[in-house]
């Protein structure tokens, strides 16, 4: 079994900072992509920000110069630094992982099990 536990979410004013972190746990090969999604009352699910094994990062425009997502492969973690936080950033956080179990096997999806983050104004 595969697990990706979330720490990190909570409560702060706009303009704050907050630091989240995943780390993947169990039996598994390799792992692809890691990165975050979130999710506020009543919309989609959205894609925040992304990070490959060779270290390559995508954002989404609206964290962009604010969200900084990093990893330590050896530790098969994946971080996601908050700053000048916003109101609109409120939202459930889910850490994915793109991950191999077997070799030679395929790259399935795993989720957290999410972290509210909220933002007051």
Known sequence: QVQLVESGGGLVQAGGSLRLSCAASGSLVSINTMGWYRQ????QRELVAVSSS???T?????VKGRFTISRDNAKN???????SLKPEDTAVYYCNARIRRIWYGPENDYWGQ???VTVSS
């Open 114 to 116: 999410g972290t509210q």
């Open 40 to 43: 506020a009352p009543g919309k």
């Open 77 to 83: 973690t994946v971080y996601l630094q908050m700053n």
């Open 54 to 56: 060779a270290g390559s």
């Open 58 to 62: 995508d954002y989404a425009d609206s």
